[in-house]
């Protein structure tokens, strides 16, 4: 089956400092990535949609130049925060959608636990 | 906008009890429903869906029901395993095909 590959699942970085995280379809391409957010013991809140070769769409309330999404690829999508600060301290999880499927073909990766200090 | 409603947990059941977690939704047009599972330290993983009314998703023993008149999908599975343990997502999709979802329901099953 399709297999979305998160890289890291965890990372420490210091206040100020840029973390990327990456999110790779490895056996199918994906025109279309979203990145959720996810606090604890709280739900996944959509954070933007990766178009590639496109500009991200960011949901309402979420800071482009911080959270900044790059999409140059058909099987690479990078998130990555500028300036961390420890409120930024969060589970990530990206997912991706198989070209030319419906929504039910989402595939989500194992997820990055960042924790800002 | 569109919002999912699940109950909250934690829950907590012995082996081989009745499952039950309940979700509601709200959304113009005809969405589609899914259940997402997360296992601990994992990403999520789709459990089961149902893109229109009255279809019945299933997989692994566990069931749900697009009930438009209801605008329900409540998760069930007649007899739990300790394996089951795992955070429980109930979603939606749009015409726009974003996914929105449930605040999550932890099940925890004792032996």
């Known amino acids: 089956g399709a297999v979305v590959s998160q890289h890291p699942s965890w990372v420490i970085c210091k206040s100020g400092t840029s973390v990327k995280i990456e999110c790779r379809s490895l056996?199918?391409?994906?025109?279309?990535m979203f990145w959720y957010r996810q606090f604890p013991k709280q739900s996944l809140m959509l954070m933007a949609t990766s178009n590639e070769g496109s500009k991200a769409t960011y949901e309402q309330g979420v800071e482009k130049d911080k959270f900044l999404i790059n999409h140059a690829s058909l099987t690479l999508s990078t998130l990555t925060v500028t300036s961390a600060h420890p409120e930024d301290s969060s589970f990530y999880i990206c997912?991706?959608?198989?070209?030319?499927?419906?929504?039910?073909?989402?595939?989500f990766g194992s997820g990055t636990r960042l924790t800002v200090v | 906008g569109d919002s999912v409603t699940q109950m909250e947990g934690p829950v907590t059941l012995s082996e081989e009890a009745f499952l039950t977690i309940n979700c509601t939704y709200t959304?113009?047009?005809?969405?589609?429903l899914f259940w997402y599972v997360q296992y601990p330290g994992e990403g999520l993983q789709l459990l089961l869906k149902a893109t229109k009314a009255d279809d019945k998703g299933s997989n692994k023993g566990f069931e749900a029901t697009y009930r438009k008149e209801t605008t329900s999908f409540h998760l069930e599975k007649g007899s739990v395993q300790v394996s089951d343990s795992a955070v429980y997502f109930c979603?939606?999709?749009?015409?726009?095909?974003?996914?929105?979802f449930g605040t999550g329901t932890r099940l925890t099953i004792i032996p």
């Open positions: 997912s991706a959608r198989e070209s030319g499927q419906r929504s039910y073909g989402y595939t």
């Open positions: 979603a939606l999709s749009d015409a726009n095909e974003k996914l929105t």
């Open positions: 959304a113009t047009g005809y969405p589609s």
């Open positions: 056996d199918f391409q994906a025109t279309t």
